[in-house]
Nanobody, 114 residues
Framework: QVHVVESGGGLVQPGGSLRLSCTVS????????MSWYRQVPGKQRELVAL??????TTYGDSVKGRFTISKDNATTVVLQMNSLKPEDTAMYFC?????????WGQGTQVTVSS
């Protein structure tokens, strides 16, 4: 069993910052990619950022220059979100690719509003 748990969401004013964490636990033999996605009701889930030892980092166009993905340790990934905008409001999900299988967390809500 592999478990993916996100934390760090909340309410923030426009222009503010939030830091999301994603921790993977369980039967982990190898990990290739960890990524963050977000979704708003009625829309498809979209890639925010991903990180992998072989591919480096990739960001969605809407967050480039404002968000940074990094590895805190072998099983934890952090998404630092700066200069937040109301359109960043969404449920943020972490995905881990472990041994070729994808595992998703339950998500953490980010709301950007004054």
């Amino acid at each position: 069993q592999v478990h993916v748990v996100e934390s760090g969401g909340g309410l923030v004013q426009p222009g503010g910052s939030l830091r999301l964490s994603c921790t993977v636990s369980g039967s982990i033999r190898s990990m290739f990619l960890m990524s963050w996605y977000r979704q708003v009701p009625g829309k498809q889930r979209e890639l925010v950022a991903l990180i992998g030892s072989a591919v480096g980092t990739t960001y969605g166009d809407s967050v480039k220059g404002r968000f940074t993905i990094s590895k805190d340790n072998a099983t934890t990934v952090v998404l630092q979100m700066n200069s937040l905008k109301p359109e960043d409001t969404a449920m943020y999900f972490c995905k881990a690719n472990v041994g070729g299988t994808e595992y998703w967390g339950q998500g953490t809500q980010v709301t950007v509003s004054s």
